[in-house]
């Protein structure tokens, strides 16, 4: 029986790496710089160079390792095929095959890397225990990943989970990052927090800290929990946004907990008293109890649920 499995998180600046017990213990993690040039060519080769190295340098032979499991940012079905990586530079690929052949046939498993980071907090961190969860990360974007019972729900191409893009406001008139006008990642994302900020503060004259220096995610929930009434107003409707969004994904999958995540959830719980009361205002009365944790994992989630795609 095979001891140790590998977790690789391709990110568009760094490929994440990290070399697992196959009880999910990290014993090593490190980063590769990811080479975007020339449509992304080289990041593949630099990946199974790098696995193959730490492999020669822990003394792991071939048939000892149960495989190697990585996420990537773009729509990766239940096949492994990847369906374009715009940031990447990849086109349509087979990702599992790819790998496996520069591995010289080693076991491979592939999948989108928001739906492998839920995997991950599912396996080792806010999500132990649950077995239907959704993952929410809150970063320059919002990203998800829905897994039920154990199961990442995929969808047809890849593109399951894409949470942030559900439609939130009909009147937006800025476009979002996708094309579209009103997605969820325009108001609950740490942009777009800091742009309803930033328009708040426009619309009105009243003192708040926020006009003193930098707006951003942190500087408002900083503020908030200084008792600044513009920037509580401003966590309102960043609740109200996400509260609402959420309840619109529970009373569809029916989680048991949703898992927050991202660099927004550094302000901690004080998130959930913004989110909970329009969710649970909101919500189908079957959905009402479902559960609201802090992702535990960091930047980590994405090699631990890559790690756990072989392991399933």
Request: glycine content about 18%; some cysteine; hydrophobic content about 40%.
């Given at each position: 029986?095979?001891?140790?499995?590998?977790?690789v998180?391709?990110?568009?600046?760094?490929?994440?790496?990290?070399?697992?017990?196959?009880?999910?213990?990290?014993?090593?993690?490190?980063?590769?710089?990811?080479?975007?040039?020339?449509?992304?060519?080289?990041?593949?080769?630099?990946?199974?160079a790098?696995?193959?190295?730490?492999?020669?340098?822990?003394?792991?032979?071939?048939?000892?390792v149960?495989?190697v499991?990585?996420?990537?940012?773009?729509?990766?079905d239940?096949?492994?095929?990847i369906?374009?990586a715009?940031?990447?530079?990849?086109?349509?690929?087979?990702?599992?095959?790819?790998?496996?052949?520069?591995?010289?046939?080693?076991?491979?498993?592939?999948?989108?890397?928001?739906n492998?980071?839920?995997?991950?907090?599912?396996?080792?961190?806010?999500?132990?225990?649950?077995?239907?969860?959704?993952?929410?990360?809150?970063?320059?974007?919002?990203?998800?990943?829905?897994?039920?019972?154990?199961?990442?729900?995929?969808?047809?191409?890849?593109?399951?989970?894409?949470?942030?893009?559900?439609h939130?406001e009909?009147?937006?008139t800025?476009?979002c990052?996708?094309?579209?006008?009103?997605?969820?990642?325009?108001?609950?994302?740490?942009?777009?927090?800091?742009?309803?900020?930033?328009?708040?503060?426009?619309?009105?004259?009243?003192?708040?800290?926020l006009?003193?220096?930098?707006?951003?995610?942190?500087?408002?929930?900083?503020?908030?929990?200084?008792?600044?009434?513009?920037?509580?107003?401003?966590?309102?409707?960043?609740?109200?946004?996400?509260?609402?969004?959420?309840?619109?994904?529970?009373?569809?999958?029916?989680?048991?907990?949703?898992v927050?995540?991202?660099?927004?959830?550094?302000?901690?719980?004080?998130?959930?008293?913004?989110?909970?009361?329009?969710?649970?205002?909101?919500?189908f009365?079957?959905c009402?109890?479902?559960?609201?944790?802090?992702?535990?994992?960091?930047?980590?989630?994405?090699?631990?649920?890559?790690?756990?795609?072989?392991?399933?």
């Open positions: 029986m095979a001891n140790y499995v590998f977790g998180d391709v990110g568009g600046t760094t490929v994440k790496l990290g070399l697992f017990d196959i009880s999910g213990n990290l014993l090593d993690k490190w980063e590769i710089p990811t080479r975007t040039e020339n449509g992304g060519v080289q990041i593949l080769p630099d990946v199974a790098s696995v193959q190295a730490k492999m020669e340098e822990k003394a792991i032979a071939k048939d000892d149960a495989g499991g990585i996420g990537a940012p773009g729509p990766v239940d096949n492994g095929i369906h374009e715009v940031n990447l530079g990849w086109p349509e690929m087979d990702l599992k095959k790819e790998l496996s052949d520069l591995l010289g046939g080693m076991h491979v498993e592939g999948g989108n890397d928001a492998v980071a839920a995997l991950g907090e599912m396996w080792k961190g806010g999500g132990q225990g649950y077995k239907s969860l959704v993952a929410v990360t809150l970063g320059t974007g919002v990203g998800g990943g829905i897994i039920i019972n154990g199961r990442v729900v995929n969808g047809c191409n890849g593109s399951g989970g894409e949470i942030g893009h559900i939130v009909d009147n937006e800025e476009e990052g996708c094309g579209n006008f009103g997605c969820l990642e325009e108001y609950a994302s740490a942009t777009g927090i800091t742009r309803l900020a930033n328009r708040k503060l426009k619309a009105c004259d009243k003192d708040s800290v006009r003193q220096g930098e707006v951003s995610a942190k500087t408002v929930f900083d503020a908030v929990k200084a008792g600044d009434e513009l920037a509580i107003e401003v966590a309102k409707q960043f609740g109200e946004y996400l509260g609402k969004g959420l309840g619109v994904i529970a009373g569809v999958v029916n989680p048991e907990v949703f927050i995540g991202g660099g927004v959830s550094k302000a901690g719980e004080v998130l959930f008293d913004y989110i909970r009361p329009p969710f649970e205002r909101t919500v009365h079957g009402r109890d479902t559960k609201f944790v802090l992702a535990t994992l960091g930047n980590d989630a994405g090699i631990y649920g890559a790690a756990k795609l072989v392991l399933e």
